[in-house]
């Protein structure tokens, strides 16, 4: 176990929540974004579908890196994995199409989701996690929804846009959840 957990207990929470309110924020901005200029496959537009796993795998490293000993570090690795075999699948998929694009999405979706089940059930205990458990099964059956458009005529990018906000306000509602609870402690 880490000094610092052990003689700040709070300090990962802390480091959770500034995570979680930074996550929000990005999130946010990303959907306008691609609101704004997802309409057809561009430079544009593949940037940000880049950059939207590129930005979950930094998150997962600063959480693993700020989270006590006694916090799940499997799921995060897989996390870390699966976030940067979206990446490269989203490059991928880029070249062939919108359709392409949402099955990686989904897919991505529907395993991030189960991984972010994980870690939320595991860390149930340290509170403001709910929002977190329930972020995690619509993110599985967003995935679901994703896969299914790829095969429509209404396939489009902008789509995930809502995706992204709505994770964000989980994000917010959990970190909003932690800063009760560490100011609590003080």
């Known amino acids: 176990m880490s000094t610092s ?24 901005v990303w959907a306008v974004l691609m609101m704004g200029i997802g309409k057809t496959i561009n430079p544009g537009t593949v940037v940000l ?7 979950d795998v930094a998150a997962a490293v600063v959480d693993f890196r700020t989270s006590g000993a006694a916090r799940p570090k499997t799921p995060l690795y897989a ?12 490059g991928i998929a880029s070249a062939s199409g919108i359709p392409a694009v949402l099955r990686v999405w989904g ?3 529907i395993t991030a989701g189960v ?3 994980i870690v939320a059930i595991l860390r149930y205990r340290l509170g403001g996690q709910w929002a977190m458990i329930l972020s995690g099964g619509i ?30 306000v989980f994000f917010l509602i959990s970190a909003v959840r932690l800063h009760r609870l560490t100011s609590k402690a003080n």
């Not at 996390?79 to 989203?90: K, P, R």
């Not at 458009?149 to 994770?167: D, Q, R």
Request: charged content about 10%; overall charge positive.
């Open 107 to 109: 897919a991505w979706a």
């Open 79 to 90: 996390n870390m994995a699966l976030s940067l075999l979206t990446a490269v699948g989203l």
């Open 139 to 168: 993110s599985v059956l967003a995935g679901g929804s994703f896969v299914v458009m790829a095969g429509g005529p209404k396939a489009s990018l902008t789509s995930v846009a809502g995706y992204a906000i709505l994770g964000g």
């Open 5 to 28: 957990y052990v003689t700040k207990p709070d300090a990962g929470l802390k480091a959770l929540r500034t995570l979680y309110f930074v996550r929000f924020g990005f999130a946010v």
């Open 49 to 55: 579908l880049l950059a939207y796993p590129l930005f």
């Open 115 to 117: 991984v972010q089940l």
